[in-house]
């Protein structure tokens, strides 16, 4: 449909472009001198309170530097404290490791005698030589072995207390 120059639709939407117009500039002016104020206003307060201010920044920086070192200073403890339960752990494996290496080559050691006995009575000594022996190194591995997961957590406890060795 095409519009003639007195075409009344034509009008109205030249004055809707128009009223648009003015409304955006007002929006514009009236946000323009919304931010003024609101400039003005801090600055006002910002002149007004900055030795108030200044102390609790200051205050507040100070907090956050302890707070941080406290911190800083427990994640520290608790690193040696990994450590040196990572340290007993590995002793207490190895230990165990070598404990029934022996014990294996205690075994292999009896079958041998065992298969060697050339009598039963020779047999059966055999065999309580070696429960024997067995009972009296499993009691002392074990004494042994309490008394380093023992030390291994004390000494993994002493730097949450504050204390080194």
């Known amino acids: 449909m095409a519009e003639k120059k007195g075409d009344p639709q034509r009008g109205g939407r030249q004055q809707a472009r128009k009223a648009e117009s003015e409304t955006a500039g007002a929006a514009r002016q009236a946000a323009e001198s919304a931010g003024r104020v609101a400039s003005e206003e801090a600055e006002r307060m910002a002149r007004r309170l900055p030795p108030e201010f200044e102390n609790v920044v200051r205050r507040s920086a100070g907090n956050y530097q302890e707070l941080f070192g406290v911190s800083q200073e427990g994640l520290g403890r608790l690193m040696q404290s990994s450590t040196r339960m990572a340290q007993g752990l590995q002793e207490i494996s190895w230990e165990m490791m070598h404990f029934t290496q022996q014990s ?62």
């Open 104 to 165: 294996m080559e205690r075994g292999m050691r009896a079958a041998g005698d065992i298969m060697a006995s050339r009598s039963i009575e020779d047999m059966v000594r055999v065999q309580q030589s070696y429960l024997r022996e067995s009972m009296d190194l499993m009691m002392d591995e074990s004494t042994k072995l309490m008394e380093m997961s023992s030390r291994m957590a004390n000494e993994a406890v002493q730097p949450g207390m504050g204390r080194e060795t």
